[in-house]
T-cell receptor
Framework: DAGITQSPRYKITETGRQVTLMCHQT?????MFWYRQDLGHGLRLIYY???????DKGEVPDGYVVSRSKTENFPLTLESATRSQTSVYFC??????????????FGDGTRLSIL | DAKTTQPPSMDCAEGRAANLPCNHS???????VYWYRQIHSQGPQYIIH???NNETNEMASLIITEDRKSSTLILPHATLRDTAVYYC????????????FGKGMKLTVNP
């Protein structure tokens, strides 16, 4: 079925480890986004991508790396995980039109715990 | 993007209409009003958006005041499954695709 999928759904790791969160969409949307959600902060944008090989920082990019070699995939990597990166991570995608903005569609999230 | 103001919470009886207010007094002429909701533990879900005319879809209606400084999301017959945090967001056409989520408003639908 068409949609946006995130994997894994749950992940526990230790500080200092590298961890990659995967995001895959089947709509061929040009834009993809990574958000994190923490109590008291709501959803905050980490990185986004306008197309393959085009990425840009959001509000809280430090400690994260992204890549977009294919339109349908947008992995998020924590190169050296810290406890402050324990959070729920959401991936989203949207198409972009000149006349009207299209809504973002979100995945079900990855719950990441860093011990 | 302009900021929005929503009450922190609201209750509604099941089967009744839920009217969710949003103030966006600094909205610019080319900024759209978007509504999303987030049901517990799930990703945000798009509901509806509009520029100046009222809009309706299978989920809800959006009423935007003539001066565009406020809007109301209407869920015509609220169900228990509509309990969620609702986000009102303004976003400029042709600008960044980024969404800026505030704290939203928790709607609780009671039986």
């Amino acid at each position: 079925d068409a949609g946006i999928t995130q994997s894994p759904r749950y992940k526990i790791t230790e500080t200092g480890r590298q961890v990659t969160l995967m995001c895959h969409q089947t709509w061929s949307h040009s834009y993809m986004f990574w958000y994190r959600q923490d109590l008291g902060h709501g959803l905050r944008l980490i990185y986004y991508s306008a197309a393959a090989d085009i990425t840009d920082k959001g509000e809280v990019p430090d400690g994260y790396v992204v890549s977009r070699s294919k339109t349908e995939n947008f992995p998020l990597t924590l190169e050296s995980a810290t406890r402050s990166q324990t959070s729920v991570y959401f991936c989203a995608s949207s198409d972009s039109g000149r006349r009207a903005l299209t809504p973002q569609h979100f995945g079900d999230g990855t719950r990441l715990s860093i011990l | 993007d302009a900021k929005t103001t929503q009450p922190p919470s609201m209750d509604c009886a099941e089967g009744r209409a839920a009217n969710l207010p949003c103030n966006h007094s600094t909205i610019s002429g080319n900024e759209y009003v978007y509504w999303y909701r987030q049901i517990h533990s799930q990703g945000p879900q798009y509901i509806i958006h509009g520029l100046k005319n009222n809009e309706t879809n299978e989920m809800a209606s959006l009423i935007i005041t003539e001066d565009r400084k406020s809007s109301t999301l209407i869920l015509p017959h609220a169900t228990l499954r509509d309990t969620a945090v609702y986000y009102c967001i303004v976003r400029v056409q042709g600008g960044s695709e980024k969404l800026v989520f505030g704290k939203g408003m928790k709607l609780t639908v009671n039986p």
